[in-house]
């Protein structure tokens, strides 16, 4: 499976930013798909995932304000990302885990989002 992730950027805090992530290859052994993202000295944490059956997971930090959508036929996974604070700048990463895997077989390349005045 390779990933090829956009739609990064600069965003205003409290304005908006959709990053997109299309999967190509084995995508039919594919059961979850999501984000993790990254900060300057932090781990990497996940950000948001859905299954192949549509169950939703977020962070904490990003409920309410961050939803995750995917197309399962084309691969394809984005996150809406609103109302961003300063504190969701970071590298995002997309994955894609197999139904047997506890952690993340692939990732994407990973897309800056810098949320700034």
């Known amino acids: 499976v390779q990933l090829q992730a956009s739609g990064g950027g600069l965003v205003q805090p409290g304005g908006s930013l959709r990053l997109s992530c299309a999967a190509s290859?084995?995508?039919?052994?594919?059961?979850?798909m999501g984000w993790y993202r990254q900060a300057p000295g932090k781990q990497r944490e996940l950000v948001a995932s859905?299954?192949?059956?549509?169950?939703?997971n977020y962070a904490d930090s990003v409920k309410g304000r961050f939803t995750i959508s995917r197309d399962g036929a084309k691969g394809t996974v984005d996150l809406q990302m609103n109302s961003p604070k300063p504190e969701d700048t970071a590298v995002y990463y997309c994955?894609?885990?197999?139904?047997?895997?506890?952690?993340?077989?692939?990732w994407g390349q990973g897309t800056q989002v810098t949320v700034s005045s």
């Open positions: 859905v299954s192949s059956g549509g169950s939703t």
């Open positions: 290859g084995s995508i039919l052994s594919i059961n979850e």
């Open positions: 994955f894609t885990k197999s139904l047997r895997s506890l952690l993340p077989d692939y």
